[in-house]
Antibody, heavy 121, light 107 residues
Framework: VQLVESGGGLVKPGGSLRLSCAAS????????MNWVRQAPGKGLEWVGR??????????DYAAPVKGRFTFSRDDSKNTLYLQMNSLKTEDTAVYYC?????????????WGQGTTVTVSS | DIQMTQSPSSLSASVGDRVTITCRAS??????LNWYQQNPGKAPKLLIF???SLQSGVPSRFSGSGSGTDFTLTIGSLQPEDFATYYC?????????FGQGTRLEIK
C-alpha cells in the first residue's frame, strides 16, 4: 500500500503548479482521497478531498484554497491530481496525499511522503 | 467549522513517564476523533482511530478515550521513539480539522 506524490517545486506568486499522487496496493477507484498540507514549522491543514466516482466523485475544498485549487482523479492510472492556480506565498507547504482505507470516518492510515511547494518571487 | 483545541501545546517528559494529551472539539463529534504522531520531516502516522481503536502495528502503550467533545491520548510509558508531535483530528464533518499539535520533548 503506497502513495507517492510528485510535482512540487518553486513557483512565483500568481503562478500554477500541478501535483500528482500515484497510488498502489489498494483499490484506488473506491477510495476517497485527501490532500493535507503543512506550512514550514506549522501544523497540519486539510486542503480537501475528492470522493470516489461511485460516491459521486464530488470535491470538498478548505476555505483558503476554494476557487484556486482543483482536485481530479484518473482511476485508470490510479492517480490523484491537485491543480493549484493563483498561488500565494501562504500556500508554501509540504503537500501530502492521504486516504482512509477503513472509510472516511476512521482515520487516514495511508500517507505519501509529501512534496514541497514553495511560492516565492 | 469544528475547532479542535489540544492541550498542552508542548510537554516535557522523561523516558518511562506516563503522559496525557487532551483534545476538545467545539461541538460534539461523537467518536470520530483520530490521533497522529509526526516526526520531523516525516508524514503523519495514524495511532488511534474512532477515539479509542488502536491502529495495527501501534504499540499498546498508546491508548485513546473520550466521546462527544472531550478526548485524551495517553502514552503509558514513554519510550525514546515517542518524542514527536501529536495531532488530533476530527472526521465527523467537513471540513476535516486538526488540532494545533502537541510537541512532546525529552526532559
Amino acid at each position: 500500500v503506497q502513495l507517492v506524490e510528485s510535482g512540487g517545486g518553486l513557483v512565483k506568486p500568481g503562478g500554477s503548479l500541478r501535483l500528482s499522487c500515484a497510488a498502489s496496493g489498494f483499490t484506488f477507484n473506491t477510495a476517497w482521497m485527501n490532500w493535507v498540507r503543512q506550512a514550514p514549522g506549522k501544523g497540519l491543514e486539510w486542503v480537501g478531498r475528492i470522493k470516489s466516482k461511485t460516491d459521486g466523485g464530488t470535491t470538498d475544498y478548505a476555505a483558503p484554497v476554494k476557487g484556486r485549487f482543483t482536485f481530479s482523479r484518473d482511476d485508470s492510472k490510479n492517480t490523484l491530481y491537485l491543480q493549484m492556480n493563483s498561488l500565494k506565498t501562504e500556500d508554501t507547504a509540504v503537500y501530502y496525499c492521504t486516504t482512509a482505507l477503513r472509510g472516511r470516518y476512521y482515520g487516514m492510515d495511508v500517507w505519501g511522503q509529501g512534496t514541497t511547494v514553495t511560492v516565492s518571487s | 467549522d469544528i475547532q479542535m483545541t489540544q492541550s498542552p501545546s508542548s510537554l516535557s517528559a522523561s523516558v518511562g513517564d506516563r503522559v496525557t494529551i487532551t483534545c476538545r472539539a467545539s461541538q460534539s463529534i461523537n467518536s470520530y476523533l483520530n490521533w497522529y504522531q509526526q516526526n520531523p520531516g516525516k508524514a503523519p502516522k495514524l495511532l488511534i482511530f474512532a477515539a479509542s481503536s488502536l491502529q495495527s502495528g501501534v504499540p499498546s502503550r498508546f491508548s485513546g478515550s473520550g466521546s462527544g467533545t472531550d478526548f485524551t491520548l495517553t502514552i503509558g510509558s514513554l519510550q525514546p521513539e515517542d518524542f514527536a508531535t501529536y495531532y488530533c483530528q476530527q472526521t465527523y464533518s467537513s471540513p476535516v480539522t486538526f488540532g494545533q499539535g502537541t510537541r512532546l520533548e525529552i526532559k
